[in-house]
């Protein structure tokens, strides 16, 4: 049975996107509860907001860009099956670049605060996964569409489509660059590689992919190696 039966219809585009809101609620809930446990493992990466309004305006702009991306044919309402196809590759994809990223620290090694500790790191990472897909791939990506004018009859990737896609891709890097991570020869064109495969996996597959990718990459490099 597809996951949704029209994409038209708008009780299919509130399934289709209900994903999104259950995971950007579940990161708006974390963020309260590392608030109220008083927390700063989310501090550093939300600058001065209150957690929870970081992660309620991300889940917020996150949906708007999603549906305006969709409106303009970058990605569409998948099967069931092609988005767990989805999901499986972008599996595939994430815990070699993870495993990268844990060879390169137990090689030259990252600074000792990369990691947020346990039991925070559990909590932490998923509502930073919400913030930096909208931060850093899902809005840039709106903006140079918008700016474009682009619109997509299908999900064949274009000349046009390459040129969107590695040039949002750049943003996190960027970002990283300017925020002064360690080992940025590494960082920079490792944490853009990541953005342009989470880019494809959203244009190939919708943003359920696109976010298990982040969640499964922070999972293995972040949580688990961060703690072992």
């Not at 991300?58 to 860009?65: E, I, K, T, V």
């Not at 342009?196 to 999972?219: H, K, T």
């Amino acid at each position: 049975m597809p996951w949704v039966r029209s994409d038209t219809d708008g009780v299919a585009r509130r399934r289709c996107l209900a994903p999104w809101l259950a995971v950007s609620g579940a990161a708006v809930l974390g963020a309260a509860t590392l608030a109220a446990t008083g927390s700063s493992g989310l501090e550093r990466f939300v600058g001065g907001l209150p957690g929870p309004v970081a992660a309620a305006a991300a889940g917020a702009a996150g949906l708007g860009a999603l549906t305006f991306l969709k409106r303009r044919g970058f990605w569409s309402c998948s099967t069931r099956a092609t988005m767990l196809r989805g999901v499986g590759v972008a599996g595939a994809a994430a815990l070699p670049l993870a495993a990268v990223a844990i060879g390169v620290d137990a090689a030259v090694g990252f600074t000792s605060d990369t990691n947020v500790a346990w039991p925070q790191a559990w909590v932490v990472y998923p509502v930073v996964a919400v913030v930096a897909e909208t931060a850093f791939h899902l809005l840039p990506l709106s903006a140079l569409v918008w700016l474009s004018r682009s619109r997509f009859d299908d999900l064949r990737l274009t000349e046009r489509t390459w040129a969107l896609v590695l040039t949002a891709a750049l943003v996190e890097p960027v970002a990283q660059a300017v925020l002064g991570s360690g080992l940025l020869p590494f960082v920079v064109p490792h944490v853009f590689l990541i953005g342009v495969v989470e880019l494809l996996l959203l244009r190939r597959f919708g943003y359920v992919p696109m976010v298990a990718f982040r969640l499964l990459y922070y999972l293995a490099w972040h949580v688990l190696w961060g703690h072992a």
